[in-house]
């Protein structure tokens, strides 16, 4: 057994947080602890939760890069400097438990108890070297995974028709999205980030905030207020769900709705819609049936990588309700990536001067000081947005 202090010096070090489920761990860890999954081919949603929360490290029992697609959650660790060890085993889940104190030396993960230190697990430690490998492998491997992911889709396509061809069992809700812009934001790949590039639309026109589960608590960190949410309910907070928005738990076809178990433990009485499909594409159908003007998705899944990541050998549901609310459908995956400004002080007292001599001017031939105003301030306005 190595030497306490040559082992410990530098190490990543920290108390252990167990969960099989990423989604669960991170409502919880707190920074400074490990984190402990079992996620093969760690996707990029979970890794930038975990980031986040500045955990320490990430000790996964599985493979988080399988090389099977283009797996980015291992790159996104690197890039923010978090260690990761991985392929460890599941046995992980029977040497450690929470609240343990466990510290990685390279490809070996060690337990401290009272003193007593000793080894309880060996895995593969994921560089850059080994990323970019796996990153190739993944590319390569693409056009395979593409066939049978295109195959799937259109066998269960042709199974899954009555989603768009009949109408969902939508409860009477108090929100009308009749004539509205509804925006639905998702749990997905820069979903935080795109919805507060949207922001300003949002504000302006009053969408209504249609959030598939964990999508409410997105909003309610940038300020704004869900008015529905809808799903299984497995990765929203408390906090969301006694928002005051309305809740609708999506079940199976069969009626069977695992949510609403949850909702009634907080003395909660949800609407329910049994249906085929994902959360997400329930929430678009019912917006198209209510009536909405324009449907903005954010954080949306819409191709093959998205779904394979989220552990989806097909598109089928998601595929048929595009094609159905398409003429409705604005996807702002990706919209913060557009455009990104950047105002100069010298350009900005600029366009600020240019902006106050034309209010001068109107102030000057209408005495409704008012109104005047209100001019400048939209000027203002733009420049800032």
């Given at each position: 057994?190595?030497?306490?202090?040559f082992?410990r010096?530098g190490?990543?070090?920290?108390?252990?947080?167990?969960?099989?489920?990423?989604?669960?761990?991170?409502k919880r860890?707190r920074p400074?602890e490990v984190?402990?999954?079992d996620?093969?081919d760690?996707d990029?949603?979970?890794?930038?939760?975990m980031?986040e929360k500045r955990v320490?490290?990430?000790?996964?029992?599985?493979?988080s890069f399988?090389?099977w697609?283009?797996?980015?959650?291992?790159?996104?660790?690197?890039?923010?400097?978090?260690?990761l060890?991985?392929r460890?085993g599941p046995?992980?889940?029977?040497?450690?438990?929470?609240?343990?104190h466990i510290v990685l030396?390279?490809?070996?993960?060690?337990?401290?108890?009272?003193g007593?230190?000793?080894?309880?697990?060996?895995?593969?430690?994921f560089?850059r070297?080994v990323?970019?490998?796996?990153?190739e492998?993944?590319?390569?491997?693409?056009e395979?995974?593409?066939?049978?992911?295109?195959?799937?889709?259109?066998?269960?396509?042709s199974?899954?028709?009555?989603?768009v061809?009949?109408?969902?069992?939508?409860?009477?809700?108090r929100?009308?999205?009749?004539?509205?812009?509804?925006?639905?934001?998702?749990?997905?790949?820069?979903?935080?980030?795109d919805?507060?590039?949207?922001r300003s639309?949002i504000r302006e026109?009053?969408p209504v905030?249609?959030a598939?589960?964990?999508?409410?608590d997105a909003?309610?960190?940038?300020?704004?207020?869900?008015?529905?949410?809808?799903?299984?309910?497995d990765?929203?907070s408390?906090r969301?769900l006694k928002?005051g928005?309305e809740?609708?738990v999506?079940?199976?076809?069969d009626?069977?709705?695992?949510?609403?178990?949850?909702?009634?433990r907080l003395g909660?009485?949800?609407y329910?819609?049994?249906s085929v499909?994902t959360?997400?594409d329930?929430?678009?159908?019912m917006a198209?049936?209510?009536?909405a003007?324009?449907?903005?998705?954010v954080g949306?899944h819409?191709?093959m990588?998205?779904?394979l990541?989220?552990?989806?050998k097909?598109?089928?549901?998601?595929l048929l309700?595009?094609m159905?609310i398409?003429?409705k459908l604005?996807d702002?995956?990706?919209?913060n990536r557009?455009?990104r400004?950047r105002?100069?002080?010298?350009?900005l007292?600029?366009?600020?001067l240019a902006?106050?001599f034309?209010?001068?001017?109107?102030?000057?031939?209408d005495p409704d000081?008012l109104?005047?105003?209100?001019?400048?301030?939209l000027?203002?306005?733009?420049?800032?947005?």
């Amino acid at each position: 057994m190595l030497p306490k202090r040559f082992r410990r010096e530098g190490k990543p070090a920290g108390r252990a947080v167990l969960d099989r489920k990423t989604k669960h761990l991170v409502k919880r860890i707190r920074p400074g602890e490990v984190a402990v999954i079992d996620h093969q081919d760690l996707d990029e949603l979970a890794a930038e939760a975990m980031v986040e929360k500045r955990v320490k490290a990430v000790i996964n029992a599985a493979d988080s890069f399988t090389g099977w697609y283009p797996a980015a959650g291992s790159r996104r660790l690197l890039e923010a400097g978090i260690p990761l060890l991985d392929r460890v085993g599941p046995c992980i889940f029977e040497k450690v438990k929470e609240g343990m104190h466990i510290v990685l030396d390279e490809d070996t993960l060690w337990l401290e108890d009272s003193g007593d230190q000793r080894m309880v697990a060996k895995g593969r430690r994921f560089t850059r070297e080994v990323c970019q490998r796996k990153m190739e492998e993944g590319r390569a491997n693409l056009e395979d995974s593409l066939k049978g992911f295109i195959a799937n889709t259109l066998s269960y396509a042709s199974k899954e028709q009555s989603l768009v061809t009949s109408s969902l069992p939508v409860p009477s809700l108090r929100t009308r999205m009749k004539g509205r812009h509804v925006v639905a934001v998702v749990r997905g790949t820069n979903y935080k980030k795109d919805l507060k590039a949207i922001r300003s639309y949002i504000r302006e026109v009053r969408p209504v905030l249609l959030a598939v589960d964990g999508g409410a608590d997105a909003l309610i960190q940038i300020g704004l207020q869900p008015d529905i949410i809808l799903g299984d309910m497995d990765s929203v907070s408390d906090r969301a769900l006694k928002s005051g928005a309305e809740l609708i738990v999506h079940a199976y076809p069969d009626g069977i709705a695992p949510g609403r178990e949850r909702l009634e433990r907080l003395g909660i009485a949800p609407y329910v819609i049994p249906s085929v499909g994902t959360s997400e594409d329930v929430a678009m159908l019912m917006a198209f049936q209510e009536g909405a003007d324009l449907i903005v998705t954010v954080g949306s899944h819409s191709n093959m990588v998205d779904f394979l990541e989220k552990g989806r050998k097909g598109m089928a549901s998601t595929l048929l309700v595009r094609m159905k609310i398409g003429s409705k459908l604005v996807d702002a995956k990706g919209v913060n990536r557009l455009y990104r400004s950047r105002v100069r002080w010298k350009e900005l007292s600029v366009v600020g001067l240019a902006s106050v001599f034309p209010a001068c001017a109107l102030l000057a031939v209408d005495p409704d000081l008012l109104h005047g105003m209100k001019l400048l301030w939209l000027q203002l306005k733009l420049i800032w947005t």
